[in-house]
């Protein structure tokens, strides 16, 4: 089975996954990528020089705000939550990932 990092999927992918993961609790960046990858059964992976920078940008555009607290190893970690406004942008960025991915399934169907 091939796996893949976040970076070879298509532009918004990683936001998308980031949010979604985001969408129950908060979370730090190295739970986040675990969990991505978890759920994923291993095919998804994403890499820190990827993570971090997508972080970065979410919290800019204010879709997820973080703070500091102590990990479950006892070590200072940045968490990360979603904002409102982005779990309004998660349901635009659902919709239309749903949207996609059914048009790329029909062309995918035409063998």
Do not use: C, F
Not at 85 to 97: D, K, M, N, P, Y
């Amino acid at each position: 089975m091939a796996r893949h990092s976040i970076p070879d999927l298509l532009p918004g992918t990683l936001d998308l996954l980031i949010l979604r993961t985001l969408q129950t609790e908060p979370m730090h960046g190295w739970a986040i990528a675990e969990r991505i990858q978890q759920i994923s059964q291993d095919v998804l992976q994403v890499n820190q020089g990827s993570l971090y920078p997508a972080l970065h940008r979410l919290e800019h555009q204010n879709w997820i705000e973080a703070e500091w607290r102590v990990s479950e190893l006892g070590r200072r970690a940045k968490y990360y939550q979603l904002t409102p406004s982005g779990r309004r942008q998660l349901a635009v960025e659902t919709s239309e990932w749903e949207r996609m991915s059914t048009a790329i399934g029909r062309v995918m169907k035409l063998a």
